[in-house]
């Protein structure tokens, strides 16, 4: 056991959730007079002290520009910087630190892959694949190139409970297939796509795979290259890091391959007003200077979350996850929303005759924080035939006692209208 | 004091008696949506809906015996109530009054605090569309 799991956990290897919670100082406040339960981990995960103090200690110590400075400070800045983009490639097993491009989230990653790889690769009458099960930052991207290149936007269905037609994809797949790109996890619903399997069969016609994996990096374990992706796409602030940044995992022939994202410093080789040629990778694609200071913070996180493990984190969500859905049936006119065989600790669901925002608001004033609405997926929305959903999203350090207030809470709000 | 002040005070002692419980604010202000005439179907068109709100507010008016009546629906609990007070404030009131109210009472309840930056603007949105409602009516009588 390394330090960190002896102080969370306990000799079975289990997370205590006393000692995790002691990592998360925003955790230990009061909200409308009752204490902090905080379930919309799926929109952004609370920060350990680890990374507050990483982030604080660069502004008060290390403050200064990355790459070609001629003093300490911008030498010790690109060393922890340079640090970050080679931890996220351990953590999710990249071949190489160059195919590894930070960025400002997974939305950016996205973009970054449809504006040059679509740009350079995409033509007329190609198809591309998403699914119902699409962020809208997933959707956009591709409507956005099919339109300025008449290329074929092409949806995989859904069924009831929320998994992906698997026999419709395949049929969807052809030779005019270039690109496919799927979630590995659903935002809204918290369904686990069979991505391995997706990406072999998108290969077997010709096709490149992109992964949108803002929602299982801080939950399953990942390895590109077991997995064969083409591109990969996470944010750092859902993995217990800061905002502001992302990652892109890129195959480094089709990295090359691409032309520059935007134009600027640091993407550069030679500038003259004649002839610009572009630097290697990963930093063609890095123009500008970058979020220095929360990169490296990031760098804490991955090693808080590596420290813990993958597997005991699950455990611990998919042991929330089970309670939540089996007190769930002592709520009167509750509605699940997803019912996946497997899925991410996220629990989507409606209260008979009763707005989701309603639900939402009658929980924040219990101190619970839960997200509502259309949870940025509207087609899937649509699909489902609702208007929005109430979404409870589970992290490490949230408790089982949490749980059992939001069911109480529940019950009580169902009581309005049930 | 003007009929809609007096009514104001009356809305600003009742929530004084809820405190600044969260809790029970936002239930007595959704029991008090509860309580709203049922609003007809056929007037749930997209031209009764107020813009600005997050939630569906669907306004609609009539003028009767030189007063501005107003009847409305949400499809969200919580915005329901909010605008119940607004039509027990100025439903019923002559055109003058309501374009020239000060509603001062939605500060003096804390509502801001209670449903955040973002509905507020829908309150906004909805007071301003009452008070348009209440000069063109003006406007009728008076041509």
């Not at chain 1, 070609?68 to 060393?79: E, P």
């Not at chain 1, 995992?249 to 089709?254: D, I, Y």
């Not at chain 1, 859905?325 to 409606?350: Q, W």
């Not at chain 2, 009546?69 to 909010?82: R, V």
Request: with cysteine; glycine share 6%.
């Amino acid at each position: 056991m390394n330090d960190l799991e002896a102080a969370i956990k306990n000799n079975s290897g289990i997370i205590v959730e006393d000692k995790i919670r002691e990592y998360f100082p925003i955790l230990h406040q009061e909200v409308n007079g009752r204490p902090l339960a905080y379930f919309d981990n799926a929109a952004t995960t609370q920060k350990p002290t680890q990374v507050i103090e990483a982030l604080r200690k660069y502004y008060e110590l290390d403050n200064s520009n990355i790459h070609r400075g001629a003093h300490t400070l911008a030498s010790r800045s690109t060393d922890y910087f340079e640090n970050t983009r080679h931890l996220v490639r351990e953590f999710i097993n990249a071949p190489s630190s160059e195919e590894v491009i930070i960025t400002k989230g997974t939305t950016e990653s996205i973009n970054l892959v449809a504006s040059t790889f679509g740009r350079a690769f995409i033509k007329k009458g190609d198809e591309i694949i998403i699914s119902t099960l699409e962020h809208h930052s997933n959707i956009v991207p591709w409507q956005i190139l099919c339109e300025e290149k008449g290329a074929i936007l092409k949806i995989i269905p859904i069924h009831d409970n929320g998994e992906l037609d698997m026999e419709a994809y395949r049929q969807l797949l052809s030779e005019k297939t270039k690109l496919v790109a799927v979630v590995h996890a659903s935002n809204a619903l918290g369904t686990i796509n069979p991505i391995k399997d997706m990406i072999r069969q998108a290969h077997a016609v010709g096709a490149k795979f992109l992964m949108d994996a803002a929602q299982s990096t801080a939950h399953l374990d990942i390895d590109v290259q077991d997995l064969d992706c083409d591109f990969f796409a996470f944010s750092a602030h859902k993995v217990y890091g800061p905002t502001g940044v992302g990652f892109l995992f890129g195959k480094r022939a089709l990295l090359e391959a691409m032309p520059p994202y935007q134009g600027g410093g640091e993407m550069i080789k030679e500038v003259s007003f004649e002839k610009t040629t572009f630097n290697d990778l990963p930093y063609k694609f890095e123009a500008g200077t970058p979020n220095i200071g929360d990169v490296i913070a990031f760098g804490e996180a991955i090693k808080f979350v590596n420290k813990l493990g993958k597997e005991a984190i699950r455990d611990h969500e998919n042991l929330l996850l089970k309670h939540a859905v089996e007190r769930s049936s002592e709520i009167k006119g509750f509605i699940p929303i997803g019912t996946a065989k497997e899925k991410v600790s996220v629990l989507s669901f409606g209260i008979n005759n009763i707005h989701p925002f309603d639900v939402g608001l009658m929980l924040d004033a219990s101190g619970i924080a839960v997200r509502t609405g259309h949870h940025c997926t509207q087609p899937l929305m649509d699909r489902l035939q609702v208007e929005g959903t109430v979404r409870a999203s589970f992290a490490v350090y949230n408790t089982i006692e949490e749980i059992d207030r939001l069911i109480e809470s529940l019950k009580r709000i169902s009581k309005r209208k049930n | 004091m003007s009929e809609i002040n007096r009514i104001q005070e009356e809305i600003i002692g009742e929530f004084e008696i809820l405190g600044d419980d969260k809790e029970s604010t936002i239930y007595y202000i959704m029991e008090l949506g509860d309580q709203l005439p049922e609003f007809p179907e056929k007037d749930k068109v997209e031209d009764n809906i107020i813009k600005g709100c997050q939630s569906k507010v669907w306004l609609t008016s009539s003028l009767e015996e030189g007063k501005v009546h107003f009847q409305a629906d949400s499809n969200t609990d919580i915005t329901k109530g909010l605008i119940s007070l607004l039509i027990r404030v100025l439903s019923g009131q002559p055109a003058d009054e309501i374009i020239n109210a000060d509603l001062y009472f939605i500060e003096k309840i804390g509502m801001g605090n209670i449903i955040g930056s973002q509905r507020s603007n829908g309150l906004t949105a909805m007071i301003k569309q009452m008070k348009l409602f209440a000069i063109a009516y003006k406007a009728k009588i008076n041509a």
